[in-house]
């Protein structure tokens, strides 16, 4: 059987490490906000080249707290409407509507599954302050238009970075992170993080994330309690140096896979190769998706769907089932994510691509 993603297996080679860590953080008892955390966040900063770092409890926290620390700052205010793709993952839509903000949804390419920048501009109103930008499965999105645009229409650019773990950004834009385990940096358990070039804004997200205070039991902000856990600041600090030789593993499968894989009934990812897309997913199209997955499945060959129903159409927002957007619904309908991971080995991408060919 050749698991989609076997976490199992992967974080087993850290084993070792992983245990030192536990051990460390035991003897020195400090489990909040202690040297883990701190060193974890340098660490991170540096690796993103972005002058502050803010670890908070998970991915969807990440981008709320963007969104909170905005307003606290009048940058946002409650009802602004933020453009964000119609077809990412719900955890974007949720952190807009978590900070009393309004998600305005605007179709992807069909080819990219990003943000269609071309259609950006006619959903620009007058209470349009922001764009949230997804960079799903890991590609950057079209980073020259879109910056043209919120300059043009002076609109905050916040990214959510959660599947885009070491992508070469564009701007300085204050950007997302998850740890959630199966991300290309993951933890052993929820994680997230805030890089960001804003001095600012780093001061009130630190306080934010930890009941708005700064000095304990001085609350200057009303804040959340969402502080990356010193645990899993641990495992991090372990897996990062890692990540970079991860991500050469996604890319360098992603490339076998766009080269070796021949079928007239799928449908390949364009990769633009001015980006260093990291391959959190590998994500092809094909009409009968059922059937291609049932086939897989029955050769041993696991996958899974990024994602099956699209925000518009879940139940949580029954105001929007009756909106249109056929690009996204046709993703949604059509996608199928094929195994890639750093521990897959060469044997197992081969009997995928064979299996596949012989669909
Ligand atoms: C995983 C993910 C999140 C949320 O991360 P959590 O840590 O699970 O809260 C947000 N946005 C995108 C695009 C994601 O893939």
Redesign the pocket.
Known sequence: MIKFLDLQQLNLGYQEQFQEKMKLVLDKGWFILGDEVKSFETNFANYCGSKHCIGVG??????VLIFKTYIQLGKLQKGDEVIVPAN??I??IL?ILQADLVPVLVEPKLETYNINPDLIEEKITSKTKAILL?H?YGQLCEMDEIIAIGYKHDLLIIE?A??AHGLIFKGSHTR?F???PG?NLGALG???AITTNDDELARVLFSLRNYGSEKKYHNEFVGINSRLDELQAAFLNVKLPNLDADNDKRRSIAKRYLSEIKSDKIVLPTWDFSNNHVF?LFVVRTENRQNLQDYLLKNGIETVIHYPIPPHKQKAFPEWNNLSFPITEKIHDEVLSLPISPIMTDDEVSIVISILNKY
Do not use: C, I
């Not at 998970?58 to 981008?63: F, I, R, S, T, V």
């Open positions: 998970n991915g969807l926290d990440a981008l990412t993952y955890a974007s952190a997804v799903l959510d959660a599947q997302a998850s740890f959630y991300k929820d994680g997230g959190h």
